[in-house]
């Protein structure tokens, strides 16, 4: 019996996923294991320390703080860091993480503090805007970054891009012109650059996509938790993550009596109300109120009702059989996180990386 709401995660089904994708990933080809957010709410150390067992050797997060945080969990490996901020750079260099130059500004400023430290051969990455538009490089600045920009005090070790729909069947014409702009960046750089970077392009599902395109490395998050973004390829791997609770509390109400904030539900019948001790401050955000959202209690599906509280949620258990302290099973490898935030419009991604760190983490 469980005493609180917890996130069970499966290191095998971890393992499953990691050696899964491994076959499908050539030899050669780095997996940049993606732990960003908390490893995906995961908990980044403790996965980055599983992933490291298991062969893992590069990682990646957002910012330096979780790099910052990875160090001090004894990651030693080589930790990229996505989207470095200004406020950011000393950080990165502290704790020796790799930070990805995606501008003329932030590289202009990270050398100059190079310079400052009297640091050569930094390693770093560059990242390129193929069609996503959201952060990286133009072909155009590009060619001014190698021509006034770069120095010896750094050490490019990658140039990457990153794709928009990465999901979407094949053919995709946005994809292909994706494709298309980097390999025109690849031919530029070989011509700019006089060291050796390595290129990639592919997250989770553009490795299911398109496998032709794996180049030296792929960028892994999401399908390493066992999610793809296509039911197909999900087959192939587990999701790790279960989170469940017991109910706290079993309450009657009447025909007419109203329940949560806002009379958000008003019983149309004698009812029976379960409470869950988890809000929308623990990831359950109050789109899935109001019977939008369904959790599992002894195999039957029964919806959220009312409004969703900051710390509780209610949910209608009349038609079933059960007791204060009987688990609801929220998502887990049968119900999803991804079938869970269906019902809401919203994907896996978002509700993994919005638990929050209240919410006990066991492994499994
Ligand atoms: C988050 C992220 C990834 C991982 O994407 P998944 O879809 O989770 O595999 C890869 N590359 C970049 C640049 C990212 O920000």
Redesign the pocket.
């Known amino acids: 019996m469980i005493k609180e709401a917890r996130l069970t995660i499966n290191l095998d089904s971890l393992a499953h996923n990691y050696n899964s994708l491994r076959s499908k990933i050539n030899p050669e080809t780095t997996l940049i294991a993606?732990v960003?957010a908390n490893g995906?709410g995961n908990d980044g150390a403790r996965i980055a320390q599983e992933l490291s067992k298991l062969g893992v050797a590069s990682f990646?997060v957002?910012y330096a703080i979780e790099g910052k945080i990875l160090r001090k969990a004894g990651i030693e490996d080589s930790l990229m860091v996505?989207?470095p901020q200004l406020a950011q750079l000393e950080q990165i260099i502290e704790s020796q993480l790799e930070p990805v130059l995606y501008n003329l500004e932030i590289s202009k400023a990270f050398i100059s503090l190079l310079k400052e430290k009297n640091i050569k051969n930094y390693p770093v990455h560059i990242?390129c805007n193929t069609g996503l538009n959201r952060i990286g490089f133009s072909l155009e600045n590009l060619e001014s970054f190698f021509k006034e920009v770069n120095s010896p005090l750094i050490d490019i070790k990658s140039i990457?891009s990153?794709l928009g729909f990465?999901e979407n069947p094949k053919p995709c014409a946005f994809t292909k012109k994706q494709f298309d702009a980097f390999e025109l960046i690849k031919s530029k750089v070989k011509e700019l650059c006089p060291s050796h970077p390595k290129f990639h392009i592919l997250?989770?599902?553009?490795v299911f996509n398109y496998p032709e395109h794996q180049l030296d490395a792929v960028?892994?998050?999401?399908?390493l938790y066992g999610f793809a973004?296509n039911p197909e390829w999900n087959k192939t791997l587990k999701p790790i993550a279960k989170l469940s609770s017991p109910i706290c509390q079993i309450h009657f109400v009447k025909k007419g009596e109203s329940v949560g904030y806002n009379q958000g539900w008003i019983a149309t019948k004698e009812s029976r109300i379960g409470i869950i001790p988890l809000g929308h401050a623990d990831g359950i955000g109050r789109q899935y109120g109001n019977g939008v959202g369904k959790v599992n209690v002894l195999g039957q599906t029964v919806p959220i009702i009312g409004n969703v509280c900051m710390d509780l949620l209610m949910i209608d258990l009349t038609s079933v059989n059960c007791t204060v302290g009987t688990e609801a099973i929220i998502f887990d490898q049968n119900f999803t996180a991804s079938d869970f935030t269906a019902s809401a419009n919203t994907i896996s991604?978002e509700i993994l990386t919005s638990l929050s760190p209240r919410i006990k983490r066991v492994y499994v």
């Open positions: 993606v960003k995906y990646a957002a996505f989207y990242k990457y990153h990465s997250n989770s599902s553009g960028r892994i998050g999401i399908a973004n991604y």
